[in-house]
Every structure is written in structure tokens, then in C-alpha cells.
């Protein structure tokens, strides 16, 4: 993400949605591969509240990291101290009411159909080891109608909707204004404390 390149050395921190997926061990593996990955129910959203809590109380936390091979939760997690500035990232995280009550600033990013097709394609065969068969058949029939019944019904709760993703540079300076912005208060509250 492009807003991570510019504040890599800052306070800055991302918290991914997709880290979030359930534990599936208990289920055989023939049962996991049907798992719909773009469902809500598909993620254990409560832990990522829990979790983005605990940062937002300036805690630390243990990130799960989930292995898409074998479609279940890793047993290693990445610590994650807190950060002035959380990026919270995920197509469904406007979905959940108790996110968005969490977010200072909501934004949607619309991407076309066919886009976003391209870039699951170069995804999933370069990172999950899919054919383009399986991505293109997944697609069709789970993601692009998964998108419509549950994504693109949240672009209501942005504060800001944003064409063309991480190519729309304007939108990605007012976002980097505003982080610069929140970090500058930040470090101002650090010199009047001390």
C-alpha cells in the first residue's frame, strides 16, 4: 500500500483483515477448501475488534497469520506493538458496525469488476499457488457476487470513496496530509507531557 511506502519510519502500522480468517484445524482438509474466504462469517472478526482494541489502547498485540495452503490459521503469530496512526485494511472491515465505530476516518476504495479480476488473478498464482482456471471459476461464482451482496453495499459508511485504489494520487496525498496531521498532534500531546 502505497500510504505504508510513504510513512514506513513513522508510527505508522497497518492492521490486515485477511490476518483475521478462522482457525479451520479441526476441519479436514477437504472441508476447508470450501470455505467462501469473501463471506463475512469467514472471518474472526471478534479477535480483530479485540485486537485493534488493545492497539488503540496503545497495548501490544500477537497477530494471527493465517496459511492460504492449507486454509487454516498458522500456529505463529507476528507481535505487533501499537502505533500512533492504525491502518485498518480489508474489503469487508465496513461491514461490522463495531469497526466502524472504531475508525476515524472510513474510506472505500472502488475498484472495477475487471480490476479487480486482473489483480486476484496475479495474487493467488503468485502468492497461494492457484491456477488461473481455479481463480477465474472462484471468481465467477463466489467472489464477484460475494462483492456485490456484501462489499460494495458499505461504500454508504465512507467518509471518502476513492476511484482507482492506490493510482489515484490525489486521494492518496489527502490521506498522507491527514496521517502527517494526526502524527504532528501526536508528537506535540508527547512534548506538552513531558
Known amino acids: 500500500m502505497k500510504l505504508m511506502e510513504i510513512f514506513a519510519d513513522l508510527s505508522v502500522m497497518m492492521l490486515q483483515h485477511d490476518f483475521y480468517y478462522k482457525d479451520q484445524s479441526h476441519l479436514p482438509f477437504e472441508e476447508r477448501l470450501k470455505t467462501n474466504y469473501d463471506h463475512p462469517l469467514a472471518f474472526d472478526t471478534d479477535l480483530f475488534v479485540a485486537d485493534l482494541n488493545r492497539l488503540l489502547a496503545g497495548e501490544a498485540i500477537d497477530k494471527p497469520v493465517y496459511d492460504f495452503a492449507n486454509h487454516t490459521r498458522s500456529s505463529e503469530v507476528i507481535h505487533q506493538e501499537s502505533k500512533d496512526v492504525i491502518i485498518v485494511e480489508g474489503i469487508l472491515?465496513?461491514?461490522d458496525p463495531r469497526l466502524r465505530d472504531l475508525m476515524d476516518i472510513k474510506v472505500y476504495v472502488d475498484t472495477d469488476d475487471d480490476?479487480?479480476?486482473?489483480?486476484r488473478i496475479l495474487r493467488d498464482i503468485k502468492e497461494r499457488g492457484r491456477s488461473v482456471e481455479s481463480?477465474?471459476?472462484q471468481y465467477v461464482d463466489v467472489v464477484k457476487p460475494m462483492h456485490h451482496q456484501f462489499i460494495e453495499p458499505t461504500k454508504r459508511y465512507a467518509d471518502i470513496i476513492v476511484p482507482?485504489?492506490?493510482?489515484n494520487q490525489v486521494a492518496i496525498d489527502l490521506l498522507?496530509?491527514?496521517i502527517h496531521s494526526?502524527?504532528?498532534?501526536?508528537?506535540?500531546?508527547?512534548?506538552?507531557?513531558a
Open 176 to 178: 498522507a496530509t491527514k
Open 93 to 95: 472491515i465496513l461491514e
Open 164 to 167: 482507482e485504489g492506490g493510482y
Open 182 to 193: 494526526i502524527l504532528q498532534g501526536k508528537a506535540l500531546e508527547a512534548k506538552q507531557e
Open 115 to 119: 480490476i479487480r479480476l486482473a489483480r
Open 135 to 137: 481463480v477465474i471459476n
